[in-house]
Each structure stands twice: as structure tokens, then as C-alpha cells.
């Protein structure tokens, strides 16, 4: 039986009893080193009560001040949240909001009045929310092309644009795809006290989608000429890297209620203030049932108002400390000395081993 | 051979072709010297050479043949020459029995069927090749050339079910229907693979290549156009006549035509094919001899067997001048022998290339698989289990969200079914297949986006693991034996982990548990017992020397000597005692097959004599004659000289009956210079008892038996010595009996059994021998360690029960608290009844046991235990058969079971019984080839790299120098790689399946439409880059004790027998822990980002980012020893998992570009990922210390006193450890 690989001829040589030892011989002992020996220095860190009250102890410790800063933060937050997409459909269109917003020859203006809570100071940012609004559904989130929306000479690309690749003259729809046909298109108009707010649309998207992922040379082209309309048009004259609405909505949101930044108002907001907000009520979601709010909210270094993350912290900090309180009282009513050899198995049971 | 390991076997054979003969003894009796050795003898002239297969050969007592050839191939040697011409009678024969060849001869005899044979012309390749072209001499052991490489690569790597499921999966994502991901991305996991594997693979074969092309284009002398001329190996046909140099090796297997030797021997070294070094003899065929194909034209027709791999076996005839001989396995030489001693053969071609016996032979050893792996099957059942599930799930809410959502479908912005762009009135469905199409489309998806749940990439880190783990048996200094150089080594690289949970081990005895170096300890003669182990020391470490022409000859081994025996033997045979005395030593050093040769010493007047022999008993018992005075200094196949007390004499071998295992006894009929003819006799003492004249000498009688019984009870070998004086008729009807059955046709082997029988009785009984066969180092300690540590010790030996028991005392394996059951049965009733009366009796122990254990309480370290002895004969009537249960019933309740006189396939039996009946891992080890087929048979081989060449070796999965490196193999490396594997395996379930969790929770709020937030290309390294290399190190370096507590308490070994580190309950607890973990790590950000303007991308960044750090910190928190290796491979996959997102989200082209920078600036990102961090892996981290407090495992409880432990206990330790680690005198 010869091993594979040794033919014949060149085997054979290793493991041979030699009968006749020479003097020298080729030693085949392994050499030595910690490493081959599986010696290597090593910290082996054990989980003694010490250590594990310790760490207990050490979470709750940093959580708790952690949730605390945070709820702290996101109460300090003011945040005024208008829910208009129903009270925007006039009372003789409410059986048929679908209509409403189809039919391009009703007026969809719509007049909110928004009262401040607390003092806002700038900025403050507006944003509008779509509720069950899926932009992270597949056939949604692949049809875009990122080639086109970057240069100009790659404006025929619009592989996974469909169905809003080409006009009907086999031209190609610049920017292509879901994504940007159904760009949002309500706008907001607002004034405190009959004097208008200015709200600043610029630089409200990512410097680096500006820069990098849409073109100065890429300008719309075809867009929204189609038979359904989506949603905005888009100045053909602006290349797409100043088109920040477009960009804002390209960033498609993680998940199915989302908020996306419509602009800032670059002036504090004295509480008891009245906000008349003139809303043009353009985008339909009624044929999803989705729901539109408009958002004025300050931030805090944490963002938003979000009191999650600081009740999430408080809890798992209060959770640690009980923890470790329970522990403690664990090793102390029923403590086990560590190493103690009475607790292997064979000692405990010394017939165990024998079945 | 049916009878297992008898004490003088001739040589050891493969168990599986119990039919074959035997290598003809008539080898052992002439061997000569293997290059540097330089025999005493020349080959007397006056025997006509009793050819194995010349049935026909009439045998011609006169004929003298010349022994010139063998001078000039000894030429330069010191032998002495000396001729002496018969003259004993005119019949000076020289008889060989040789039993078991042939009866292979009367077998080969049987017709071969024609359309079984291959027909081989001789001297004539083209008409042998004409009808049927023969494979040409060329070989390739590589796989692949250069354009089959890449399609034959990848066939076969395709042969493993996972790279098939890859392929499918990255076929599917083909589909512009299903692609989820882009082609890139799903094609590179299986591209690397792929490629790692072809690399590999490449290189393996280059080498093969070349090892090939050097191989192919060797030279041999090929008979062409009427002469010998160089031609290439590969070049060479079947038919051809090719001539052998000495030393040269075979490049085929031939039929040999002449040999130099003027009797047609030709000796031969077969360590390439089965790994003996002792040469061998081969034969060519009487009729063929005197040929030379110069001057004649040779020619003649070979039929032959079809090509087999049976080393052992041939079977053929050949048509020489209308003469049909039969050949058989002596009449060839097979390709990778090397001819020795001999200056030329002549053969003809009869297989070539890849149907020699040795390329057949090629094959490696089957593989096994590793229990756990076969476990884990299980549980990658379940996960694809779960995989459906989940896509089930996945698609089912999506056909309920299609159906419910179906009116709106058409205009809804974020799927638009319904293509508006045309102008024309009817619009297409755009990328809409119709609902079920869809549901099925979402399904297949699902599978593509889940894949990773059935963890493809674990099957890579186990043999990386497994690669590493062996790396560090090997590199073991303390598996190292020094005195054979033999370092461990892993044959087999897929069973590692089985080490941990071994059960039983089955050991073969001989070599195994003892050196098999047969050392004589004392004799009984004529009924006196000398020495008793009470030998003294003097004449310590130098032999007997003797003078011979001058020079000094002295045993290569020393033997301690009885001072009175040694007076006795030196007084002469003039007293009655010295006498016996002579005739026992007379006996010791005839009646053999030895063959000394000489061995040169610094010194150039002193040479030694080495005693050249299979069996090792017969070397010992020459030494010892040499030592008592008796040395045999020349053997030739007609004489021995023996040097009596400094004065050389002269015998005549007239006959020598070989042992078999039938009769268990040897004979040679000696004719002495005075012309007496005697019969000298030894064998086993229950087969020579029967042969012995009772009616002669009873006190004798009486007295050598008892002696014997002490013998055998201290663990010696015995062997009983008889001899009678032939009365001349005697010889006469002897002789005659001999020849004709030497003649005989048919049946040859019974009817010179008949013959021996009838001249080997009425014997007059000399005394007896006693050997002993040390137990190697530590032995002892070493079956110590693996009792406590609840693995099953059964030794299967070929020995006598005697023996056997007294080794099973001396090694610790039975002591005296014991209680044997002992079954000793001739039929099978009474063994069944001997097996339920054990039954009983073992379960009245155990119940009375633990009834005294309940009573007395914990103290009872001294349980008493059962011994279950049983021998070949009762096996024979259990196995196969419906005892089989009852003797497994029995066997398992006992501590020890003993198996003797146990054939070699009977030890596969035992082995199968065991592993057929239960799911405990079985371990057999053995170093001879009677223990291959247990090797094979049991779920891990070892092999022991010892005296018995390699057959044991080359079947094994593993392999060492001595029995003790059992212990560190299984309490320390086996402990080792079952935990690391164990948990990795676990690990690797966990750690896919949680990102599969995280992908899942999110397809719940996409529309069920199988977005992934996780850019492909990370999903992709997840298992690859992410958390591979962590596990993979820590499988390979992590250590949960030290190897000196495992050694200090082998009962830990339990930990592996128990399955504690891998069983379903581990793996539903870690399944629901995954579950958590997934949960914390999506749940916590969905939240925290519920309703702000995060992007899919940025998102999608803090999961991967936060499943990554989970996953490295649960396996951080299960690390016990961190080295800078386990520290770079942990932190530095996380740090690498960082800086691949930031790449990947640095590339303009992608989808996210710029997301992490994003998302990183703000602090929510930072705390979330702190968050849920610690919630992630809070549970696990309780539940881990609750159960570390409240029921502590063994290996923890161990741990803490390796680490707090008071330092008394760990001194007392470290002296032990010392120990065992310092070679130890038993």
C-alpha cells in the first residue's frame, strides 16, 4: 500500500527501520516554541463575582446618565408635527380624494395654522413625513440610474430605469426611473403674523451627493412628460446637482415612514407664535393610503425628538444595576467557592463516570 | 493465518487475504544481506532446490549446482567458504515444508477462465498487444494536465454538496428576475473558493508531475532487436523482456523468466509496498531458468490474472515448451520492489503502468467523517429548515400585500405596475408576472438574500481549523519517540475533533502496549528452573564474544545470564544435567529460521553478529543461546554452524518443518557429525504437550508445566523445546513422506502438515523458554489515565490467556479488586451460557456496588469492577451471530475486557460489534499489520510506527511512536480540537444566522420585497471577512485548560463522551439567543430612527456594523485564553469590517456613497451601536453566569482551580506532570 503521491521509486524512505542506524541521523522532533507548543503567553481572564458585579455595576453606571442626557435632549426638542393630507381634500372632494388630487384643475392650496409650543430657536428645520410610503420597496429602490444622474454622456443609460426609462419618442427620461418620476411635490409657504418666513432651500442636501453623485452638466430632460405624472417637475434650465429636492428624495429612506428635509427657518420662533402655513397639496398618497405631515422641529445633539434611545438606555441601565443588586445577593445567600474540586462531577458522583 | 498473532509467526500479512500464502520460507532460511550486511555462509552446493512451483521439478539429490554466483555476488566478504559434500546416505537433501504456498499452488492450478486472463506472449509486446491493447508503463499519479485542468478541477470540487448549493444560489441570482443581488457580488464567494481550492490543488498535482516525469523517464534495459537496451520506463510493454540490475527497482510487475542465482532466486525488498524491510525471496520457474533470450529465442505464453490489488496474490500459468507450469505470487516481482543481492533478473512484463499491484494500491485511505460533523448535518437540516420557513413567511406576506394591494398596484409610485410611458391606450405590465409568479419569484429571492443561514463558509473554517489543529499535534514534542524518530503524524485530516470523544479503545497488545523486543528472561530445563528473573547483571552489555579466523564475533545483543546455567552449560554434556543443558541450547540456537549476518564495529577485529529473522522470539532465543555459549555463526539452506562453547560444529539441516498455526510448532531435522539424525522440537506449550511422550520423564513433565504457569502468570512468553532421536528407518519413511509430499499436486500444504506431525511426537521434553516482551514506557500510568477518564480499555491480542492476563496485570489494566468473568467456551451453548451467567454476575455487582456506595458514601474510589476475559475460541461462536448482543450487553458493563488468541479479522469483529451497537466513539490502535482491518474498521485508526513495518501506519488516521502519546493525543489535543470544534461549529450556526435575522426583520418593512438595507457586497464578506477569522483562530488556538490539569484529571475527557460542548439543546438555546441578539441589533435602530430621515444606506451600515461587533464580542466573551493572536484576529476584524464599509461607501459608483461618514457624525449612531451592544449580549452574559454559579461544568470548575486553586494541589501536580513527562522505568 503504497501512499499517494510516493510512486514507487521515490517512497518509502521515511519510517523505514533502518536495521543498521548510521551515527547521524536526521532527527524528526518537532522543534519547540511556544507557539508550536501552544504555549504562547496568554491572559486568561476568568468571570468571578468580582468581576461580573463589577461590570454589571459599571453598564448601569454609564447607561443611566446616558438615557438621562438623552431623554434631557430630545425633551428640550420642540417639534410641531401637522398632519394635513386629509384636512387638505375640501369637504365636497371627501368621498373622492383620489379625484381631488388627480384632476390637475382643482386648487389644492391649503391654508394650516400652527402654533408654537416653546420658544424655537433657529434653525429650525422643516420636513415632510410620508407615512407607508415604501421607498425601500425593491422595484422602487432599483429603478434609478446612478450613471445618468452623474454625467451627461451617460445620460442614455437608464438600464433599470423602467418604467420611466424613455419618453415616447424612445428619448431618454433624464433623471430616469420610480425614484425620481414620483418626486414630492408639495410646497410650503409660511408667515408669522402676515410677515412671510423665509425658508432657506439651500444646502438642505448631502455635500457629497451635490459633488460627487449628480452632474453640473446633467440637466432634466423628458421628465414628467409622460402620461402619468408622478409627481414634481423639474426646472430644465438647473443642472441636477442644484436640484437639492430631487437630491433629498434620490436618498431613498430606510424605512416605510420617513422624513426628509424640506428647508430651514433661519429665525428663532417666539412660543404662542401662529404659523399660517399655505400649503400647495399636490402629492397624492391617498391612492396608498399614505399619510403626509408637515414637521417644524429643532435638534439637539442627539437629532431629533426621539425619546427611544433615552428609555432604551434607562432600561437596560436600570436592568444592569438590578442585575448586579440580585447577583451580589446570589453569591452572598448561596455562595460557591471558586476551584473548589467537590463540584466536579466525579466528585460529586463517583459512579457517574462508570455509566 | 486464522489464528491470529501465533508466537512465531513468519511475517506479518494483510488481514484481508487470509488465503494467501505465505512468502515462501524458503526466502527466510537464505536470505542474505541487505547491502552492508555480509553473510557467513555461502550456499551449499549439493541441494537441489526444491522451487516452490516446480510441481513437476524432479528433484535430483546428485545434482550439484555451483554456488559460484553466489560467491561473486558476495564477492568482498569475509564469508567463509566450505564445502562439504554429502555424506550422509546419497539423499542430503535440504526440504523445505512449505505449508501455506502451496496450498495456494494446488489453488492456482485451478483453470483461469479466458475471458478473466490476460494474455501475455512472451518476448513478443506486439502480438500481446495486438487484440487487446495493454495499458502502457507510463504512470500518472496527478489528476489533472494542463487543459483538463480547469474543467476536472472543477468537476470535482463540485462533487461537495456545498459548492453545488453555492452554485445554484449564485445561478438563481443570474436570473434578471431574482436579481438581488449584482453579478459581481453573488459570483465572489464562490469564485474564491473556488479558486483557493483550484490553487491548492495545482500545486499538488505540479509536484505529482514532476515525481511523475522523473518516474516515467527512467532507464531500464528493455531486450530489442536480440539484445538489452536502454529504453524509458514509460516506454515499456506489456510482453517485453526486461532485465534488472541489483538495486535497481521494478518499473512493472514481472514474471520472473532467470535470475542470476543459478537456482532462480532473486531476493527482493518490498518497503515500498508494504513497508518490510526484511527481504524476500522470489523464484523463477526451473524450465525458464537456463534461457537466455541472446542466444535463444524465448517464447511462451503467460495467462494471467486480470490486474488486481491484491499484493499478496497472483495467480497464473505459463506455456514454455509445450510444458504448462503454474506460477504463483513468489514467481513475480512487483513494480516499486528493489532486487537486492542478486546481480541480475530476467522477467517479462505481465503488468504495466497504472495496473501494477502498487499503483492499484494507490489509493489513499478511505476517508471518515467526524461524528460531530455527522451530528451537525442535523442541525444544517433544521437551519434549512428554517431557511424555508423564513422564505415561506417572506413570500406569503407578500402575496397577502399583493392581493390586498392589488387595484392599486397600477399607479402606486413605488411599484407602477402598469407602464405609462407608451402612449399607446393598453399598457404593459411592467416587470409583473402575474400574482403566483411573483409569490414564487419572492420565494426564490428569499433563498438567494438568506442563503448564509446554511453556513457554506463553516465547511472552509473546519478544515482550516482542522489543518491547524493537526499543525499543532504534530509540531507536539511531547508525541515525539526518540527512540524510533517517529514524530506524530495526522493522516487523516477530517476526524480531529472524534479524538475528544473516544469511548472505547481496542489495542492490540504485541508492539502496541509492548515493545515487542523480545528480551529471554530464564529457562526451565529438564526440570529446573534457572534464573526466575533472578539473572544476574554480570557480562552486562557485551555478548558472548567467539573468535573466529581472527576476528572477534560477538551477539549484537547482550542477554543477562543465570550464572549456574551458564556453569552448567560451560561443564559440557558429561554430567546428566549439562547434557540436557546442551541439547535445550543445542535446540535454542538450531531450531530457527535465522540467519546471522555480520556487522562491522569501529573495531576492525571485532565484528557482530546479527540475527536476521521475522520472528522476534527466535532472535531472542538465539541471543540467549549465543550467550549461554551456543552461537550460531553460518546457516546455509543444507548447514548450521554452531559454535559450542568456543569449538565451531557442523549440523546438517536435513529437513525443516516451518511453523504454521496450525500445528503451532517448528521442527528442523539436524544431522550430527557423528551421523545421529534428531529432531528438535519447540512451539507453544498446548500444542507440544500433545506431542510430548508423557509415559518419559513425568516429574519433568510436571515440573516444566508448573514452571511454565509461573512464566506465563509474570507475563512471559513461553515456549516449550522437545526433541527425539530418529532411528535411521525413521529418516528413511520420513524422507520419503517428505518427498512425496513436496511433490504432491494437490493439497500440498495438509499432507506436509501429515509429514511434520508424524516425526514431530513422542518427543522427549527439553524444558522451556521464557521471554519476556517489556511493556513499552509508561504504559501503566498511560491505561491508568484513560480508565479515569471513562474510555473503555479492551486489549485484543493473539496471545495465550495466560499471557494475556499477566500483561493486563503488569500494565494496570486488571488489578486485583477486580472481578473477572473469564469465558472460555468450545461450543456455542456453553458460551451462551457463559455469557448469561456473566450477565447476571455483573449485574448482582453492580447492583451490590452501588447499593455499598449509597451506604458508604462517596469514598468509593475502590468500586470494584468487572473483568470480562475472553478468548479467540468463544469469539468465533459470538460474533455473527445472536451472542453478539449478549456479549455486548456483558462487555459494556464491564471495566476491561480482554480479548485473546483473537485473529485479525475477529478484532474487526469485535470492533464492528462495539460501534454497531452504540453511538460511542471507537478508537483502535495497533502496529502490525494483523491490526489493519480494526484500524479501519473503528471510527479512529492509530497506528504505531513500530517493529512491524507499516502496514498498521499506512492505514491509520493517525499515527506515533508509542502506546503513552495516546494519552496526550486524547486527554490533551482530543479534549482540545472537540471543544474548539464544537463550539465553532455553534458559533457558525450563530453567527450567520443572526445576520439572517436582521436581513429577515427588515424584509418585514419593506413590502416583503427582500430590499437589503446591508449592501450586498458587505453581506457578502460577512462570513468571509468579517467574522471568519476570529473563529477560525480561536478553533484552532483557543485552549480551555491547560494541558497539565487535563493530565492531572483525565475524567474531564468526559466533557467530550457527555457531548456537553455540542448537543440539540446547545444548539436550540444558541438559536434563541440568535434570535435575541437579531432583535436587539435591528429593533433598537428601527426605533431610534422611526420616522427621521435616515437613508438605506446608512442604516443598513449601523446593522452591519453592529451585527459585526456583536458577533466578534459573543465570541470575545467565550475566549479563555487571549493571546496577540486571538487579539489581532478579534479587533482587528472589527477594525477591518469598519474600514471595508468605509470603502465600500466611499466608491461614487455605489448605491450608499458617503452614507457611514454621514451617519457617523452623529452621536445617535454611537449610542446606538453602544446599546445595542450591551442588550445584545446582556442575556447571554446572565444566563452564562447562572449556570456557571449554580451547576458549574466540569472544565469550569477545573478552570477556576487552575486559576485560584490553592498551590499545594498544584505543586503536587506539576510533580506528577514531571512525571510522566521524564521517560519512565517501570
Request: charged share 20%.
Amino acid at each position: 500500500m503504497v501512499e499517494r503521491g510516493e510512486t514507487s521509486s521515490t517512497g518509502g524512505s521515511d519510517g523505514t527501520q533502518d536495521p543498521f542506524p548510521s551515527a547521524k541521523k536526521i532527527t524528526k522532533r518537532p522543534k519547540y516554541s511556544r507557539f508550536t507548543q501552544q504555549e504562547l503567553p496568554a491572559c486568561k481572564p476568568i468571570l468571578t463575582p468580582g468581576w461580573v458585579i463589577t461590570a454589571l455595576i459599571l453598564v448601569g453606571v454609564i447607561f443611566i446618565p446616558i438615557g438621562l442626557a438623552s431623554l434631557f435632549a430630545s425633551q428640550r426638542v420642540v417639534e410641531i408635527v401637522d398632519r394635513y393630507d386629509e384636512d387638505c381634500i375640501p369637504p365636497s372632494f371627501k368621498d373622492r380624494a383620489l379625484g381631488f388630487i388627480q384632476d390637475d384643475n382643482t386648487d389644492k392650496t391649503c391654508i394650516r395654522k400652527l402654533t408654537v409650543p416653546k420658544l424655537m430657536k433657529s434653525p429650525i428645520y422643516v420636513y415632510y413625513q410620508l407615512s407607508n410610503f415604501y421607498q425601500n420597496h425593491r422595484r422602487y429602490v432599483k429603478s434609478r440610474s446612478d450613471k445618468q444622474l452623474r454625467s451627461r454622456k451617460d445620460e442614455s443609460k437608464t438600464t433599470n430605469c423602467e418604467p420611466e426609462a424613455f419618453a415616447g419618442d424612445k428619448q431618454p427620461i433624464v433623471p430616469c426611473g420610480l425614484i425620481a418620476w414620483s418626486l414630492f411635490n408639495d410646497t410650503y409657504k409660511f408667515s408669522v403674523t402676515n410677515q412671510p418666513l423665509a425658508v432657506n432651500k439651500r444646502n438642505i442636501a448631502w455635500d457629497s451627493d451635490r459633488e460627487h453623485k449628480f452632474g453640473s452638466d446633467v440637466y432634466p430632460k423628458n421628465f414628467q412628460n409622460g402620461r402619468l405624472i408622478g409627481g414634481a417637475k423639474l426646472n430644465s434650465s438647473i443642472p441636477l446637482n442644484e436640484q437639492e429636492d430631487l437630491i433629498v428624495w434620490m436618498r431613498t429612506a430606510a424605512l416605510p415612514t420617513f422624513r426628509k428635509l424640506y428647508g430651514r427657518i433661519e429665525v428663532d420662533l417666539e412660543a404662542g407664535k401662529e404659523i399660517t402655513v399655505m400649503i400647495q397639496n399636490n402629492y397624492n398618497t391617498y391612492d396608498f393610503g399614505g399619510k403626509k405631515h408637515l414637521v417644524l422641529s429643532t435638534t439637539s445633539w442627539l437629532g431629533g425628538k426621539n425619546d427611544f434611545l433615552g428609555a432604551a438606555y434607562l432600561a437596560v441601565g436600570g436592568i444592569c444595576l438590578f442585575l448586579a443588586v440580585a447577583f451580589i445577593l446570589v453569591y452572598v445567600l448561596k455562595p460557591r467557592p471558586l476551584g473548589d474540586p467537590s463540584y466536579l462531577s466525579w466528585n460529586r458522583n463517583p459512579l457517574g463516570h462508570l455509566n | 493465518m486464522s489464528t491470529g498473532r501465533p508466537l512465531l509467526i513468519p511475517s506479518p500479512r494483510t488481514p484481508n487475504t487470509p488465503q494467501t500464502p505465505s512468502i515462501p520460507t524458503y526466502a527466510d532460511l537464505a536470505k542474505r544481506s541487505s547491502g552492508d550486511l555480509k553473510p557467513v555462509s555461502t550456499m551449499e552446493s549439493n541441494i537441489a532446490i526444491d522451487n516452490t512451483s516446480s510441481i513437476e521439478s524432479n528433484y535430483n539429490s546428485s545434482s550439484r549446482r555451483s554456488i559460484s554466483s553466489h560467491q561473486s555476488r558476495m564477492s568482498g566478504t569475509n564469508s567463509v567458504k566450505e564445502v562439504i559434500l554429502a555424506d550422509l546416505g546419497s539423499k542430503r537433501v535440504r526440504h523445505g515444508s512449505r505449508g501455506t504456498d502451496s496450498e495456494f499452488m494446488s489453488m492456482s492450478q485451478k483453470e483461469i477462465n479466458d475471458d478473466d486472463a490476460r494474455l501475455v506472449y512472451i518476448n513478443d509486446p506486439d502480438r500481446t498487444n495486438e487484440k487487446h491493447k495493454f495499458t502502457g508503463n507510463s504512470i500518472r499519479t496527478s489528476k489533472y494536465s494542463f487543459i483538463t485542468f480547469l474543467p476536472r478541477n472543477l468537476f470535482e470540487q463540485f462533487h461537495r454538496v456545498a459548492y453545488i448549493y453555492f452554485l445554484v444560489i449564485a445561478i438563481l441570482n443570474q436570473l434578471p428576475q431574482l436579481a438581488v443581488f449584482g453579478r459581481g457580488a453573488s459570483i465572489m464567494p464562490l469564485a474564491f473558493v473556488l479558486l483557493v481550492t483550484a490553487i491548492k490543488d495545482a500545486c499538488e498535482d505540479w509536484r505529482r508531475h514532476r515525481a511523475d516525469r522523473i518516474e516515467n523517464n527512467r532507464l531500464a534495459w528493455v531486450f530489442m532487436n536480440g539484445q538489452f537496451q536502454r529504453k524509458k520506463w514509460k516506454d515499456i510493454r506489456v510482453g517485453e523482456i526486461i532485465k534488472i540490475q541489483a538495486n535497481d527497482t521494478l518499473p512493472c510487475d514481472m514474471v520472473l523468466l532467470s535470475t542470476s542465482d543459478p537456482t532462480g532466486v532473486a531476493y527482493v525488498q518490498t518497503i515500498n509496498l508494504d513497508g518490510e524491510s526484511n527481504l524476500k525471496t522470489r523464484y523463477a520457474k526451473q524450465e525458464t531458468l537456463s534461457k537466455v533470450p541472446e542466444k535463444e529465442k524465448i517464447s511462451g505464453l503467460i495467462k494471467c490474472e486480470k490486474p488486481n490489488r491484491n499484493i499478496y496474490g497472483f495467480q497464473a500459468n505459463m506455456e514454455v515448451d509445450g510444458k504448462r507450469l503454474s506460477l504463483g505470487p513468489s514467481n513475480i516481482i512487483l513494480r516499486g520492489c528493489e532486487l537486492k543481492n542478486t546481480a541480475w533478473a530476467l522477467g517479462v512484463v505481465a503488468y504495466a503502468g497504472r495496473e501494477t499491484k502498487a499503483m492499484l494500491n494507490n489509493a489513499g485511505a478511505p476517508s471518515k467523517r467526524s461524528s460531530l460533523e455527522t451530528r451537525m448535518n442535523l442541525e444544517i437540516i433544521i437551519l434549512s429548515l428554517f431557511l424555508f420557513a423564513l422564505c415561506t413567511v417572506v413570500s406569503f406576506l407578500a402575496a397577502v400585500w399583493l392581493k390586498r394591494h392589488k387595484d392599486e398596484l397600477n399607479i402606486i409610485p413605488f411599484y407602477r405596475k402598469k407602464d405609462y410611458s407608451e402612449p399607446t391606450p393598453d399598457h404593459d405590465d411592467y416587470k409583473y408576472y402575474g400574482w403566483g409568479l411573483e409569490i414564487f419569484f419572492t420565494f426564490l429571492m428569499a433563498v438567494i438574500v438568506f442563503q448564509i443561514m446554511i453556513p457554506i463558509s463553516l465547511y472552509i473554517s473546519m478544515e482550516l481549523v482542522r489543518v491547524g489543529q493537526s499543525y499543532f499535534m504534530i509540531q507536539d514534542t511531547n508525541m515525539y519517540d526518540e527512540a524510533t524518530n517517529s514524530s506524530f503524524q495526522c493522516r487523516a485530516l477530517n476526524i480531529n475533533e472524534d479524538l475528544g470523544q473516544i469511548k472505547y479503545v481496542f489495542s492490540d497488545k504485541t508492539g502496541t502496549l509492548t515493545e515487542n523486543k523480545m528480551v529471554f528472561q530464564c529457562a526451565s530445563i529438564w526440570g529446573v528452573d534457572y534464573g526466575g528473573g533472578k539473572a544476574s547483571s554480570q557480562n552486562d552489555g557485551v555478548g558472548n564474544p567467539v573468535e573466529v579466523d581472527r576476528k572477534i564475533l560477538r551477539p549484537k545483543m547482550a542477554v543477562k545470564v543465570h550464572p549456574q546455567l551458564l556453569e552448567l552449560a560451560k561443564s559440557g554434556k558429561d554430567s546428566p544435567e549439562g547434557k540436557h543443558v546442551h541439547d535445550f541450547f543445542l535446540a535454542l540456537a538450531s531450531c530457527n529460521t535465522l540467519v546471522p549476518f555480520l556487522v562491522d564495529t569501529s573495531d576492525p577485529f571485532v565484528k557482530l553478529i546479527d540475527y536476521q529473522g521475522e520472528s522476534p522470539d527466535e532472535q531472542a532465543l538465539a541471543y540467549a543461546a549465543a550467550a549461554y555459549g551456543f552461537t550460531l555463526i553460518e546457516r546455509t539452506s543444507g548447514h548450521i554452524v554452531i559454535d559450542i562453547q568456543g569449538e565451531r560444529q557442523r549440523f546438517d539441516v536435513l529437513g525443516l518443518h516451518e511453523f504454521d498455526s496450525d500445528r503451532k510448532r517448528m521442527s528442523v531435522i539436524l544431522g550430527f557429525p557423528d551421523k545421529t539424525v534428531k529432531v528438535f522440537v519447540k512451539g507453544a506449550d498446548s500444542s507440544m504437550f500433545s506431542v510430548i511422550d508423557r509415559s518419559l520423564e513425568k516429574n519433568v513433565i510436571h515440573a516444566t508445566e508448573q514452571h511454565l504457569h509461573a512464566y506465563s502468570s509474570v507475563g512471559l512468553r513461553t515456549l516449550v523445546v522437545g526433541m527425539r532421536e530418529l532411528s535411521s528407518s525413521e529418516f528413511e519413511q520420513w524422507h520419503s513422506a517428505f518427498e512425496a509430499a513436496s511433490a504432491a499436486l494437490m493439497g500440498r500444504a495438509a499432507l506436509l502438515r501429515k509429514v511434520a506431525s508424524n516425526v514431530e511426537n513422542h518427543l522427549c521434553i527439553l524444558g522451556a523458554s521464557a521471554i519476556e516482551d517489556k511493556l513499552q514506557q509508561g504504559v501503566p500510568e498511560a491505561i491508568e489515565s484513560l480508565r479515569m477518564a471513562a474510555i473503555k480499555v479492551w486489549v485484543l491480542t493473539g496471545d495465550k490467556q495466560e499471557t494475556a492476563m499477566s500483561i493486563g496485570y503488569s500494565s494496570k489494566l486488571l488489578t486485583s479488586q477486580m472481578t473477572q468473568i473469564i469465558i472460555n467456551s468450545s461450543s456455542k451453548q456453553s458460551c451462551k451460557k457463559s455469557l448469561e451467567d456473566g450477565i447476571l454476575m455483573s449485574s448482582r455487582l453492580t447492583t451490590q456496588s452501588s447499593f455499598t456506595n449509597n451506604t458508604v458514601g462517596s469514598s468509593g474510589a475502590a468500586v470494584t469492577s468487572l473483568a470480562l476475559i475472553i478468548d479467540g475460541t468463544s469469539l468465533v461462536y459470538v460474533l455473527d451471530s445472536e451472542l453478539e448482543e449478549q456479549l455486548f450487553k456483558l462487555a459494556s458493563k464491564c471495566a476491561v475486557v480482554l480479548c485473546c488468541r483473537v485473529a485479525p479479522l475477529q478484532k474487526a469483529g469485535i470492533v464492528a460489534l462495539v460501534k454497531k451497537r452504540t453511538s460511542d466513539l471507537t478508537l483502535a490502535i495497533g502496529d502490525g499489520a494483523n491490526d489493519v482491518s480494526m484500524i479501519q474498521m473503528a471510527d479512529v485508526g492509530v497506528g504505531i510506527t513500530g517493529q512491524e513495518g507499516r502496514q498498521a501506519v499506512m492505514a491509520s488516521d493517525f499515527s506515533m511512536g508509542q502506546f503513552r502519546f495516546l494519552v496526550p493525543l486524547l486527554l490533551v489535543h482530543g479534549h482540545w480540537n472537540y471543544q474548539r470544534m464544537a463550539y465553532m461549529i455553534l458559533y457558525n450556526f450563530y453567527r450567520n444566522a443572526v445576520f439572517v435575522f436582521v436581513l429577515f426583520w427588515y424584509v418585514l418593512f419593506t413590502c416583503f420585497t427582500l430590499t437589503t438595507a446591508v449592501t450586498e457586497w458587505s453581506s457578502m464578506l460577512y462570513s468571509v471577512i468579517y467574522t471568519s477569522f476570529p473563529t477560525i483562530f480561536v478553533g484552532v488556538l483557543d485552549k480551555d485548560l491547560s494541558r497539565r490539569t487535563l493530565l492531572k484529571f483525565p475524567q474531564l475527557y468526559g466533557a467530550g463522551q457527555r457531548q456537553e460542548s455540542y448537543s440539540s439543546k446547545l444548539f436550540w438555546l444558541i438559536m434563541m439567543d440568535t434570535i435575541w441578539q437579531s432583535v436587539a441589533i435591528f429593533f433598537i435602530p428601527l426605533f431610534a430612527y422611526w420616522r427621521s430621515t435616515i437613508d438605506i444606506s446608512g442604516l443598513g451600515d449601523l446593522w452591519t456594523i453592529a451585527s459585526v461587533v456583536v458577533v466578534n464580542l459573543h465570541l470575545a466573551m467565550d475566549v479563555i485564553r487571549w493571546t496577540w493572536i486571538t487579539h489581532a484576529a478579534i479587533w482587528g476584524s472589527i477594525l477591518a469590517t469598519g474600514i471595508c464599509v468605509i470603502i465600500i461607501d466611499a466608491l461614487p459608483f455605489l448605491f450608499g456613497y458617503w452614507a457611514i461618514f454621514h451617519i457617523g457624525k452623529t452621536a445617535e449612531f454611537w449610542l446606538c451601536l453602544l446599546i445595542i451592544v450591551v442588550a445584545a449580549l446582556v442575556p447571554r452574559f446572565v444566563a452564562k453566569i447562572i449556570y456557571q454559579h449554580f451547576s458549574p461544568c466540569d472544565i469550569r470548575v477545573a478552570r477556576e482551580a487552575e486559576k485560584f486553586g490553592n498551590f499545594r494541589e498544584l505543586e503536587r501536580m506539576e510533580m506528577e506532570m514531571n512525571l510522566m513527562a521524564e521517560p519512565q522505568r517501570r
